[in-house]
């Protein structure tokens, strides 16, 4: 089993459906738990962080950890054909000297 | 793009042959990390550095070797090259926040063919 477990989709929605990215992991020393947005052949970049359990709203997008499921989500509202992109969870055990983790990302499109 | 470049953006070569990627960073941070991301597998760490002459191995580290002799550049060599390292490859940095929380911003990436 991988450490962290991330359907690779690819996800298709219509423009202003609510979008769930989800992830589950085994290993429960990970304490940082992040969301990265990757444009085609662009490099990641950090959408929001959340520090063990809990919620964290930015916008239109909610992060959830549920440490004692090791389960992680990614709620986008009123999605946007400019979050087109590929969404990936990683994960580490510090505040990100350590080695992150990662998901293979799930493949999102918005169709206007 | 947190001051990261990556040279060359493209490159086709031969199996067997040396290639050597190059990251810099303009803002003197610590920590360098060398990954690679293929279809199927994701993201994956190569080699990592966490000061000048001070790298270790990540999980995916056969077949590359690493340099960082400045703060400002971290090297990946392929000593001989296979196809089965033809992938893209993304150096990031390690930025401290606010909090505890340490941030890895992302370069451009390498698209690097091998045949």
């Known amino acids: 089993q991988k450490e962290v477990e991330q359907d690779p989709g690819p996800l298709s929605v219509p423009e202003g459906a609510i979008v769930s990215l989800n992830c589950t992991y085994s290993n429960s020393a990970f304490q940082y738990f992040m969301w990265y947005r990757q444009y085609s052949r662009k490099g990641p970049e950090l959408l929001m962080y959340t520090y063990s359990s809990g919620n964290k709203e930015d916008g239109r997008f909610t992060a959830q950890v549920d440490k004692s499921s090791k389960y992680i989500s990614l709620f986008i509202r009123d999605s946007q054909p400019s979050d087109s992109a590929t969404y990936l969870c990683a994960m580490s055990g510090r505040g990100g000297s350590e080695k992150l983790v990662f998901g293979k990302g799930t493949k999102l499109t918005v169709n206007p | 793009d947190a001051g990261i470049t990556q040279s060359p953006r493209h490159k086709v070569t031969e199996t067997g042959t040396p290639v050597t990627l190059r990251c810099h960073q303009t803002e003197n941070h610590r920590y360098m990390y060398w990954y690679r991301q293929d279809p199927g597998h994701g993201l994956r760490l190569i080699h990592y550095?966490?000061?000048?002459?001070?790298?270790d191995k990540g999980e995916v580290s056969d077949g590359y070797s690493v340099s960082r002799s400045k703060t400002e550049d971290f090297l990946l060599t392929l000593e001989s090259a296979t196809s089965s390292q033809t992938s893209v490859y993304f150096c990031?940095?390690?930025?401290?926040?606010?909090?505890?929380?340490?941030?890895?911003?992302f370069g451009p990436g390498t698209r690097l063919t091998v045949l």
């Open positions: 990031a940095i390690s930025v401290k926040g606010l909090s505890s929380y340490n941030e890895q911003f």
């Open positions: 550095s966490y000061g000048v002459k001070d790298t």
